[in-house]
């Protein structure tokens, strides 16, 4: 079946501008993560949703950064004002049911930041 | 809050070697344990998981043993191949913080022929 979906793959933007990133979810995952890869660095959390709501949204790095699932499925993750530290790759994943079992990994996108 | 360091990489071993890389957790409660890697070229996926203590889990070769007097969930391979050449994460989810999923900062390994 199919996997997780991401898009765009890659972004260019200029700083100030606001991004918004797309994942679509395996069908019928009711759990929704999304992460950040910078270069050279591990995996940053940023936000999960269990459903439509968020009950973890300990990782996002600032009030730029927001994001919202609707319909329990589709979820987008949106960056204001972007700066170059915002350059990355995000990564989102799905699990069945909650955050204990096996998240399956998107392609991600690639963002920079000039 | 909660922590997982990982051995620093990258790490290059030859074909047919032995394999380890260290991975400590600092948790409240009872958390889980995985590891999960990313293949060049393709994106993240689960290699095996643990979760609770003296469990072992496994996979491809791979076995990991959450063990909880040392706070550890050490990967090893007794053979390793040049299909194995990878980025390796370990990774702590836990119901019981605020802090509920962490990732290591990856271990790069690469496999000389």
């Known amino acids: 079946g199919a996997g997780v979906s991401q898009s765009p793959s890659n972004k260019v933007t200029e700083k100030g501008k606001d991004v918004e990133l797309r994942c679509d979810p395996i069908?019928?995952?009711?759990?929704l993560y999304w992460y950040r890869q910078s270069l050279g660095q591990g995996l940053e959390f940023l936000i999960y949703f269990q459903g439509n709501s968020a009950p973890d949204k300990s990782g996002l790095p600032s009030d730029r950064f927001s994001a919202e699932r609707t319909g329990g499925s589709v979820s987008t993750l949106t960056i204001q004002r972007t700066q170059q530290e915002d350059s990355a790759v995000y990564l989102c994943a799905s699990s069945l049911l909650d955050f204990q079992e096996t998240q399956y990994f998107g392609p991600g996108t690639r963002l920079l930041v000039l | 809050g909660n922590s997982v360091t990982q051995m620093e990489g990258p790490v290059t071993l030859s074909e047919e070697a032995f394999l380890t890389i260290n991975c400590t957790y600092t948790a409240t409660g009872y958390p889980s344990l995985f590891w999960y890697v990313q293949y060049p070229g393709e994106g993240l996926q689960l290699l095996l998981k643990?979760?609770?203590?003296?469990d072992k889990g496994s996979n491809k070769g791979f076995e990991a043993t959450y063990r909880k007097e040392t706070t550890s969930f050490h990967l090893e391979k007794g053979s390793v191949q040049v299909s194995d050449s990878a980025v390796y994460f370990c990774a702590l989810i836990s119901y019981s913080s605020a802090s509920k999923i962490i990732f290591g900062s990856g271990t790069r390994l690469s496999i000389r022929p």
């Open positions: 069908s019928g995952h009711t759990a």
């Open positions: 643990a979760t609770k203590a003296d």
